[in-house]
Structure formats: structure tokens, C-alpha cells
């Protein structure tokens, strides 16, 4: 009898993932695609962002209604290097990939591309779309604007999304430099995370209704919902640690995610109506793909990057510590532990799969954990 384990083979976990977001109404092909970009998040370490958000954000979504299955990537206006899509409230995912291949096709041609979304809905990690450019030799960049969690500095009410700005560039090294950050100290999805195991939310993270740092974290998820909480954003509470630096760039995000495409922005993105009741959260992002080759050459770019992030890696370590990282490092090296493994599962999302797989008869269908 084989020994029981919370690590789940990448066929497995990808075939029942792919399968079950097909159950769900989603064209095989697009599911393919929802799945890799879920699944990618565990392959890189970022557990926020991976099946555990496989239930609660997106099948919970469609279910409710306020999430379309099947996608509708409709260009509203085109030009050589610029293109304003409308997602009509389809998987995130799917419109994430379609926007910034177009994106990188324009660069191709003519040195840069950029594509704005609005209707669209949570289309996972940043970086899995930053990665894509980095993967055609261009530089990536893409930001999405989400539900209110941030407050302004000198703020406490929950007004800006946590805004991811992030970056992709391609290296010389076994991994590209990937920057794939939040415009908050900790991000939603983190906690969500962090309710699962049963961990408290640091402190200076979320700030109450007071103006006092919040810990609870199964209270500060239901308190974000009423506004009764917001996330801090970058640098922290106040300007002492310079948190008016995150919530500008979150500003930046936001502007840039709603205004080029004249999307819906901050309490439109609430995704709850003034009886309490859900309703859809039409999202907007922004894919920018910039073609080294149209600079100096991809290959003189990829080197100079690599010897920039090598330096920074050499130079002089604090006292105790042992190495200095560089963005897209520490993903690669959980990759490199997983690849031959698996995703581990928590219990909490265990039981979901054994749910879902039973909701179905998908008897096919057995767990290592079982």
C-alpha cells in the first residue's frame, strides 16, 4: 500500500485541474490555459495564488454567476502598436494570455505593444504573463487594478486594489528576472492563505477603522469585505516608512488599468452591491511587451542583465547571512524542488479536491493523500 501524502504528482493535479474547469462550462482549450497559469503559481512557491484559490475565486465565481466561462476577447480598437480589448467578465486567464500575446506580436513587428483590458476578471499571478515576454526575448510588464483593499496614506477606508506592477526581462542565466509584486505589504490572496493554516496576519500589515494595526486574520478577511479594514500599502501605516512610495504605485495602477480603456476603478471594482448581494468585478489590466531586438540586440541585453543580477548576488552579505537574491530566483529554485514531486495540497483544499472529484464521479481520480 502506498504511503499517504499532501503531494500531488503535476500530471495529476493539471489533468483533474484542466478537467474540472471544463465541467464548469470552460472550452477545453481555455481551460488548459486557466490551469497553467493556476498551477504555475505552486511551481513557483506562490501558494496565495495556486489551487488553493482553484475553489473560492474562480469555480465559486462561476457558479454565482458573476464570472462567464467561456470568454469573449473582443478588440474594440486597434492600432500597429496598441489594442483596447474587452473581456466581457471571461477567465481572467485566458483574456491575461490572449492581451499579452498580442502585445508581444506588435513588439515583434514594430519595437513595442501594448494592449489595455477592461471586463475582465482575476487572471492569477502577474508574473506568469511578464514570464511570456521574457520567454519571447522582450521585455514584459503588466499591472491589473482589483477590489478595494488598499488605503491612502493618512487613510483607513479600503479604496485601491492591491495592484501588482510587475516585470519580466530575459537573462543569460537558467531563469529570467521576474518581479511580481503587490502595491500592499501583503496581499489578499496571502491571507486567505494564511486563514487556511491558521496564522495571524502580521502586525502593521492591515489597519483598522481606528487607525490601529489588525492581527485576526479570520476577522480582517470579513472586515476588508465591510470596510471595516484596509491592507497598508507599501512602506507601511503613515509616511514615517514612506508608504505614500506603495500607494502612489498603486495609483499608477490603477490609472493606468481603468483610464486608457475607460474601465471601472476603485469602489466599482467592490464586487458586492449596496444590499449586500455579489455582483460581477469588471476588472482592468495593462500588458506592455518591449522588443530588445528593436534596441541592442537580445543576446548583448540578456548578458548585461545576467551580469547586473550577478553582481548584486556577489556583493558583500550581512552579518549571518548566507546569500542575496535576485527577482525570479527563489521561484526557480522551488521549481527545481518540485519538478520531480509535486504541489503539496493543504488539508483544507484536500478536502475541496475529494469534493469536487466526488461532485462529478471523477472515480479516475486518486489522491496520494487518501
Known sequence: MAKKTNVVGWSLI???V??????????KEDAKIC???LLKSDKWGIESHGVNRFKPIYLDRIKSGIQKPVT???ILKETATTAVVDGHLGMGQV??????????????KYGMGMVAVRNSTHYGIAG?????AAESGCIGITGTNARPSIAPTFGVENMLGTNPLTFGMPTDEEFPFILDCATSIIQRGRIEYFSRIGKSTPAGTVIGRDGKAKTDTDQILKDLNTGEAALAPLGGIGEELAGYKGYGYATVVEILSAALQQGAFLHALSGIDKDGNKIPMPL??????????AFMGLDEFKKTCGNILRELRDSEKAPGEERIYTAGEKEYIVWQERKDSGVPINEAVQKELIQLRDEFGLNK??????
Open 14 to 16: 493539471t489533468e483533474f
Open 18 to 27: 484542466t478537467e474540472i474547469f471544463v465541467k464548469y462550462g470552460i472550452p
Open 35 to 37: 490551469a497553467d497559469v
Open 72 to 74: 469573449e476577447f473582443e
Open 95 to 108: 483574456i491575461g494570455y490572449k492581451a499579452m500575446n498580442l502585445a508581444i506580436e506588435k513588439a515583434k
Open 128 to 132: 506568469y504573463y511578464t514570464a511570456m
Open 284 to 293: 482592468g489590466h495593462f500588458f506592455i511587451a518591449i522588443d530588445t531586438e
Open 365 to 370: 481520480y486518486v489522491f496520494p493523500f487518501e
